[in-house]
């Protein structure tokens, strides 16, 4: 069974950093895309940021562009989100996907909170 | 403002059926598959459709893709209460070279 377990979330001050963590379980993470999604609260879906298989490949929304990172450890089966400079608009909860033509799995997702 | 766009809102009797409509742009749905995906509150979303018109193992033939041009629908049929939910599409943009996804549409079985 896919699993994808989110964790890492929580409370900050602006301008501080946060950094999240997705275990992958019940397949091999080290063959697919992974991507964050977050969503704020009330708002709809928005996607952050993808890593390619071997970590060669990333992309970002433009919103977080130098300030957001992400990478994985597929020897870890796990991916990551170092989010720096946070702001207020940044709080969201956090998601982590398994990326094909489609996000096909979908973790519990993680809640950040930036305070101003 | 969403890439794509979603109807705010539907609503339909128990057992009827609606249609949930996605326009976009030839940089998007034109030319990229869409898929859909339901989030119940306080929960993830799960993928209803993907590729257009697949159903992933598990989901009921009650739930239908298509897509014509730059648009694409989700349809459901034999509306149950438990349908009450968000529903999402979402697609790559090459023009933005980025994931998006419509703004949501709530669904709500009178």
């Known amino acids: 069974e896919v699993q994808l377990v989110e964790s890492g979330g929580g409370l900050v001050q602006s301008g501080g950093s946060l950094r999240l963590s997705c275990a992958a379980s019940?397949?091999?993470?080290?063959?697919?895309?992974m991507s964050w999604v977050r969503q704020a609260p009330g708002k709809g879906l928005e996607w952050v940021a993808n890593i390619k298989q071997d970590g060669s490949e990333k992309y970002y929304v433009d919103s977080v562009k130098g300030r957001i990172t992400i990478s994985r450890d597929n020897a870890k089966n796990s991916l990551y989100l170092q989010m720096n400079s946070l702001r207020a608009e940044d709080t969201a909860v956090y998601y982590c996907t398994r990326q094909g033509t489609t996000f096909d799995y979908w973790g519990q997702g993680t809640l950040v909170t930036v305070s101003s | 403002q969403s890439v794509l766009t979603q109807p705010p809102s539907v609503s339909a009797a128990p057992g009827q059926k609606v249609t949930i409509s996605c326009s976009g742009s030839?940089?998007?749905?034109?030319?990229?598959?869409v898929s859909w995906y339901q989030q119940f509150p306080g929960t993830a979303p799960k993928l209803l459709i993907y590729?257009?018109?697949k159903r992933p193992s598990g989901i009921p033939d009650r739930f239908s893709g298509s897509k014509s041009g730059t648009s694409a629908t989700l349809g459901i049929t034999g509306l149950q209460t438990g349908d009450e939910a968000d529903y999402y599409c979402g697609t790559w943009d090459s023009s933005l070279t980025a994931w998006v996804f419509g703004g949501g549409t709530k669904l709500t079985v009178l």
């Open positions: 019940g397949f091999s993470l080290s063959t697919y895309w």
């Open positions: 030839s940089s998007s749905i034109g030319n990229y598959y």
């Open positions: 590729e257009d018109d």
